[in-house]
T-cell receptor, first 114, second 112 residues
């Protein structure tokens, strides 16, 4: 799936660092999502954006800060993370937030917190 | 609250044999159901989806799934698996502004 591109693919950071994850979609979609995939746990929805407006914040700690400057780009800013935040972070997009529109996923960023 | 249960964490199937992966859901309204596959180091790829109409839906790579409202199930099937089908399979419900609710996944192992 090359329609949704995530960078970097891997990221190792200390707990005091600040970094950002980037997601770009080339599908002309208007809705974008961040999910967290931890070992032995279901994928967890973190944030939803529709037409650049955040519509869902699934009780995510404030050390995760999303940004959606336009419908094609989505960022996840990271600050003062904890070891339990180590996971695969997946970005997805869909045409809009109609339930019938399937979500297309990127390959994810593997984040490791030292 | 919506939820998805995939009761099998691991399944091992011989190459060429048939496959069925189980999925049970809980959803308050008409469910929107999806199956995704994830190969190592990659994101999720949509296999098929169900919203309404014919309860047997066809997807990519020779997969199909059957929606059974009475059993709250949406099981994934394939008549003959190939070694390249080895991956993690996720069932999901919902979508839209609420995002998708996923099961924990089933790890499929293909024996030669």
């Amino acid at each position: 799936e090359t329609g949704v591109t995530q960078t970097p693919r891997h990221l190792v950071m200390g707990m005091t660092n600040k970094k950002s994850l980037k997601c770009e979609q080339h599908l002309g979609h208007n809705a974008m999502y961040w999910y967290k995939q931890s070992a032995k746990k279901p994928l967890e929805l973190m944030f939803v954006y529709n037409f650049k407006e955040q519509t869902e914040n699934n009780s995510v700690p404030s050390r995760f800060s999303p940004e959606c400057p336009n419908s094609s780009h989505l960022f996840l800013h990271l600050h003062t993370l904890q070891p339990e935040d180590s996971a695969l972070y997946l970005c997805a997009s869909s045409q809009d937030w109609d339930r019938e529109q399937p979500q297309h996923f990127g390959d994810g960023t593997r984040l490791s917190i030292l | 609250a919506q939820s998805v249960t995939q009761p099998d964490i691991h399944i091992t199937v011989s190459e060429g044999a048939s496959l069925e992966l189980r999925c049970n859901y809980s959803y308050g309204a008409t469910p929107y159901l999806f199956w995704y596959v994830q190969s190592p180091g990659q994101g999720l790829q949509l296999l098929l989806k169900y919203f309404s109409g014919d309860t047997l839906v066809q997807g990519i790579k020779g997969f199909e799934a059957e929606f059974k409202r009475s059993q709250s199930s949406f099981n994934l099937r394939k008549p003959s698996v190939h070694w390249s089908d080895a991956a993690e399979y996720f069932c999901a419900v919902g979508g839209g502004a609420d995002g998708l609710t996923f099961g924990k996944g089933t790890h499929l192992i293909i024996q030669p």
